[in-house]
Structure formats: structure tokens, C-alpha cells
């Protein structure tokens, strides 16, 4: 019997996790990933990885809850394996800090971590400048080290690999019973979508091994994550902006504002700079629509727009992704190719 040709565009994080599941949950599929960029060379190459969800205003906080559980139970159990150390996995404590007290003192992730709970009067005393925050352990997640990973477990169970641009979806679904579109900032173009933009975010990668606890100011403008090879500091987040070059003056207020949450990052030597732009959408797209070739109906599955919670969510919406899929060859069985 001829197997069914399934093709993931985007080797990120959200490709390459999309392509393990359906590989593994399907193996009536022969699955290819067809990107331009490989690691490390993706924008979830160079992303801190720290596992911690923001709401998204139209989806469902139960959908939201679902995503992000699924991903963290699924990092947690390789973060405790022998395999830790390869995927790059591990659990990561720290504060969250608010310049004022947000409405919401508990968001819908709170029992989904570790040891949530508000920060103490002697803690917030570390950080006079705000007024409340949030002490818990989530998960860190280097897809430097993920990536490879992921992708040798596609090879493992027959998971093929093509590096090309692709820039137009129609003709690939010339050779393929069904697409996967995980392209990242890279579906504004593709799927000519003006509701994907980039979320431009630089940060420095410091050395400065004495910092285990990660700072996080909820503006999302000013982090401390301590990494295996380096603590990336941060950040910005340029709306619309898609200049990958390095910014001098970002840098510069980058280290001025962390190094007010952190004095000993002043004499910290600074081993990097890297600048990624986030898939920006108001909500991510994990949803399916079919396109109509040559007299076939190709189903094509969208799994984009993850913003800055590309890495957060990504084993729990590949999960939605793959039944999406699931759904759309029993709905309609695949039509055979010209
Ligand atoms: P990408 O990693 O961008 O991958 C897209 C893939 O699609 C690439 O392989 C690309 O080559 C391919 N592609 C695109 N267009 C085409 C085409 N036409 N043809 C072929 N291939 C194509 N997230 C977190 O969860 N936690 C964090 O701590 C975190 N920190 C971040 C810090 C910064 C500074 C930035 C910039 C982002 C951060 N993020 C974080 C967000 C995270 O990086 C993204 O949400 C995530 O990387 C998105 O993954 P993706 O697979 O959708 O996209």
C-alpha cells in the first residue's frame, strides 16, 4: 500500500516537533520537512527557551492550558532522563516582577509549574523599583541543543529532511497528500498573511556563571535567563521591525536596565549578541483549510504565530496540528496524484 506523503514546512521548534509527532503517530505517513534554515540557524536557535505562557486574547484559556501542559509534562520527563543533557532540557527557578500589581495576582499557568506562589516582603526587597512578584520553577529549553535532537528522532522512525525555500504551497501539493505549515514570521510571506509580523528581540549572551535564578520584568522588556553555555539578557520587542542586524544602542540599554535588576552583570563579559525576530499574531493559527490541485483537495494545516511562546507551546499545539491532520484523511481520504 502507498503510504501517505506528508511534507512540514519550517524546521523551528514548531516544525520539527509537529514532524516527530505525525511520524511517530502515523506510521501509515511518510513524513518530509522541507525548510530554508536548519539549526542553529532558526529563530528558536537562539531564544532563551524558558517555558512561560502570556495569554492570548481569542482561544480558549482551556486550549491554552492543554498546550502549554502537554509541552511542559513533555519537556519535565526528558529534563528527567539520561537524555537531559543532549535535548538540553532542565528546570530553571526564579522571579517574575511587576513595576505594579497586575489585576490578575494567579494566571490560568499557575498550578501547571512548580512552587507557584507569590514573592515574599524580603524578596521583593531585591528589586525597589517594582511592587509585586511572582516566585516559581518552570522548565529551560535550549533549542540549540533541542533541535538536533528533535531531528534525530525524526530520522529514527523514517522522518526525511530537504533544505529549500518553498514560495508557493499550491505547487508542493503537486508531490504531497498534505501539508503542515510551521514557517514561523516566515508565513507573512508564504501564506501572504499580513496578520503574521515580526516581533524584532535582541539579546547578550553574558558570561556570567555565578547567576542560577532567572528575572523576568512582566513588561517582557528587561530579562535574566542563566543558560548551559551563557545567561542571555534582554530584551526588546520592535513591532513590524525586520532589521536583523545587531543595534548598538539596544545593546547598550539592555545591559543598563539589566544590570539595574542585577548589579554584578556590570563586570560581566559579553560573549554575544543575536537578534530573532518573533512570529507576532494576535492569537497562533493551528487550524486546517484544503487546497483545491489539479481536481485534489490537499489538506493544508497551519501551526504559526506563536509570538514569543514558540518554545512554550510547541509539543502541545504539534499535538492539535497532528490531529487536525488525522482529521482531515479520515474526512477525506487522499486522492491519487497525477
Ligand atoms: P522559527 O524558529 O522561525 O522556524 C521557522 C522555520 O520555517 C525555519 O526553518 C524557516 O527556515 C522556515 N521557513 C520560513 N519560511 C519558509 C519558506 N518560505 N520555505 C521554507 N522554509 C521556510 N519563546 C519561548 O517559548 N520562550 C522564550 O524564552 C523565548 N525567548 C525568545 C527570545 C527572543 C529574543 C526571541 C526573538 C524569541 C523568543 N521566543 C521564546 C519565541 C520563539 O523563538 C518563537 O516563538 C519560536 O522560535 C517560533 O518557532 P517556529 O518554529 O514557529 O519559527
Sequence with gaps: MQRVKVVVVGAGVVGLSTAVRIAEAL???????????????????????????????DIPLDRQQRWFKETFDHLLAIA????????????????????DVPCEKKPFWADLVFGFRNMSDKEMKLFPNHKFGQAFTTLKCECLSYLPWLEKRFRAV????????VT????????????INCSGVGSHFLVKNEEVYPVRGQMLMVNAPWLKNFVRD?????????GIRYVNIGGTRQVDDWRMEVDKEDS????ERCSRLEPSLRVAQVMGEWVGLRPGRANPRVEREYLHVQGRQV?????????????????????DALNLLRQSLFDKPPQARL
Excluded at 501509515?28 to 492570548?56: H, M, R, W
Excluded at 547598550?252 to 545591559?255: N, R
Design 27 to 57: 506510521p501509515y505517513c511518510s513524513v518530509t520537512v522541507i525548510a530554508e534554515k536548519f539549526s542553529p540557524n532558526t529563530t528558536s536557535d537562539g531564544a532563551a527557551g524558558i517555558l512561560l505562557p502570556t495569554e492570548f486574547p
Design 80 to 99: 528527567y532522563s539520561p537524555q537531559a543533557a543532549d535535548a538540553g532540557v532542565y528546570l530553571s527557578s526564579g522571579f517574575h516582577i511587576f513595576k
Design 158 to 165: 523514517g522522518g526525511q529532511i530537504l533544505q529549500e525555500k
Design 168 to 179: 508557493d504551497l499550491h505547487k508542493l501539493a503537486l508531490n504531497y497528500d498534505a501539508i
Design 218 to 226: 512582566a513588561d517582557g522588556k528587561t530579562y535574566i535567563y542563566p
Design 252 to 255: 547598550e540599554g539592555i545591559l
Design 299 to 319: 489538506p493544508l494545516v497551519h501551526n504559526y504565530g506563536h509570538g514569543g511562546c514558540g518554545i512554550t507551546l510547541s509539543w502541545g499545539t504539534a499535538l
